[in-house]
């Protein structure tokens, strides 16, 4: 057995050995090395003034038992900005004084939600219910008239009174809001009676009607406000409402058909019969919500992560002292696997590039732009800066001076896309200026000496393999699971250096090599 062979096998189970420990000896599982799958959401609103003030006001979202949120951003240009907290509500308030023309501001974040199911216990008397301390959930409101007589007379027709048992009139209240009151999309708001009366209600009267009907009976219960996370864009909210039952608020959906239970898609944005928005009155205003499905790390858990002595999270405080993110930590962690990608693409497959390693470091500058609109911009660049060198050759000049003409393009062609992009409201796009400017540019030169030595065709081919290098190296680099498993156990990178050592003396015949004498080998 060679020395390769041998430095590979002894690499290999070092790696078996310290993973073997983390698992059996500080407790790792999957479950804490995964990513959680959540949304990021963006509301983005739009408001035309006249001169006059704009006051605009949203409900935020809270962190509670069912969703966390964190990462929140709010870009609200010329407008000012504050948040208002008032018992479990937030209210994010935007406000301009003598605004004249259209005007844009938003408000993302991310989140992680659980469905949470309730388990209802088999008999509890309303009778014996506690209501001293939740007069405020008993209320008789302008739209939920508790106490009415025609709600009375439902609750007659049901065969329910105070001495009914609550789970029993749960179902009941629940079966006849889904079952007998239509589902219809008005716009505005609709009281209890009006739902009742029309028998048909959009989510906001289904839920005031069941909401009636309960207080009627002196069951506390509460609207709730929020968003159904289904990626894409969206205008419309959603409401629900709660019951008090014990200490806990039970969820009930009498639109969707959720009895007890709060679906992992749910977003809350308030508590109570609160309106998502209030605004000035005399401004055109639209909103909408942008909902993208993504994956994030368990951040709660590096914390556990960071205290075993064998984790590179111990080193974590270090990195931050340096200004060093999360996020581009695990970037950089992923470089040397998009290496071993390359590695793969040219020795094994047999796909030439431009430069050893360049794939995988171009893949890791399209994480902010993403990988559709970091190719179109790679491309971009590319092509044109080849065509600015071809007119810079003319100039007779050195290599040094060349190189820093390019350089100045690329610098001026990033800006202008940049810029191009937050006209167009294509942020991705205006993340452009964060790719490496002298990677750009030493790829430019690349690209116009292969045009220069064996034409432009040999260019545009290689050209076309870097692409689809770079491609895999990005789902590879990019990838949240394989990101945090290398969080977890860095010494996955001795993987990479066995990955080296296989792949970079390979002696088998490389893909590319099989098709071009495939009818030989195929005769034969």
């Known amino acids: 057995m060679n020395i390769k062979n041998m430095t590979i096998i002894v690499l290999l189970a070092i790696f078996a050995g310290l993973v073997l420990i983390k698992v059996f000896l500080f407790n790792y599982t999957p479950a804490t090395v995964l ?109 939920v008239q508790s106490g009415d007589e025609e709600l009375v007379q439902v609750l007659t027709s049901l065969d329910i009174d105070r001495n009914s048992d609550l789970i029993e009139v749960l179902t009941k209240i629940f079966s006849f809001v889904h079952n007998n009151i239509k589902t219809t999309g008005f716009s505005g708001k609709t009281d209890a009676l009006t739902a009742l009366r029309l028998q048909e209600a959009s989510c906001n009267g289904k839920s005031r009607l069941m909401v009636g009907l309960l207080r009627t009976l002196k069951i506390p219960a509460r609207l709730v406000g929020g968003i159904i996370l289904n990626p894409g864009t969206k205008t419309v909210t959603h409401q629900w409402l709660e019951v008090l039952i014990g200490d806990e608020w039970v ?31 005399n401004v055109n205003f639209k909103y909408s919500f942008s909902i993208e ?101 003319r100039l007779k000049i050195t290599h040094t001076p060349k190189l820093t003409i390019l350089l100045v393009f690329v610098v001026f062609s990033l800006l202008i896309i940049s810029a191009s992009g937050v006209l167009v409201g294509n942020m991705q796009l205006a993340k452009a200026t964060l790719f490496p400017l002298a990677l750009m540019a030493i790829t430019i030169e690349r690209f116009s000496l292969i045009s220069e030595e064996t034409g432009t065709r040999e260019a545009l081919k290689i050209y076309g393999n870097t692409v689809i290098t770079v491609i895999f190296c990005y789902i590879v680099i990019t990838s949240l699971a394989l990101q945090t498993f290398v969080l977890a156990f860095p010494e996955t990178m001795l993987l990479v250096i066995c990955g080296g050592l296989y792949f970079g003396n390979w002696t088998g015949m490389r893909l590319t090599e099989v098709w071009r004498f495939r009818k030989i080998l195929f005769n034969e």
């Not at 309303?126 to 939740?134: A, D, G, K, V």
């Open 35 to 143: 990513p959680e799958t959540g949304y990021r959401v963006t509301l983005t609103m739009e408001a035309t003034g006249h001169g006059g003030e704009i006051n605009i006001r949203a409900m935020l979202p809270p962190t509670n038992a069912h969703q966390e949120i964190f990462d929140e951003q709010v870009l609200s240009g010329p407008f000012n900005y504050s948040q208002l907290n008032s018992g479990l509500n937030r209210t994010g308030i935007w406000n301009q004084v003598n605004a004249d023309r259209h005007q844009e501001i938003s408000y993302s974040f991310n989140v992680i939600s659980r469905k949470v199911s309730f388990l209802l216990p088999e008999k509890l008397p309303i009778s014996s219910l506690n209501n001293s301390s939740n007069q405020k959930y008993l209320e008789n409101t302008d739209l």
């Open 251 to 281: 969820t009930m959906d009498p639109t969707n058909n959720h009895f007890a239970e709060m679906p992992k898609n749910y977003l809350i944005t308030s508590y109570g019969d609160e309106a998502f928005f209030r605004r000035t009155s």
């Open 293 to 393: 499905r993504e994956d994030f790390t368990r951040e709660s858990d590096y914390e556990g992560l960071a205290a075993h002595p064998l984790n590179i999270m111990n080193a974590w405080n270090l990195f931050q002292k340096a200004g060093l993110s999360l996020s581009l930590l695990r970037i950089i962690l992923m470089i040397p696997i998009g290496a071993i990608v390359t590695i793969i693409f040219r020795n094994v497959i047999g796909l030439q590039t431009f430069g050893t390693f360049l794939p995988a470091l171009i893949a890791s500058s399209f994480r902010e732009t993403n990988l559709l609109w970091g190719l179109v911009t790679f491309s971009m660049i590319i092509v044109t800066g080849a065509i600015i060198r071809w007119g810079v050759n």
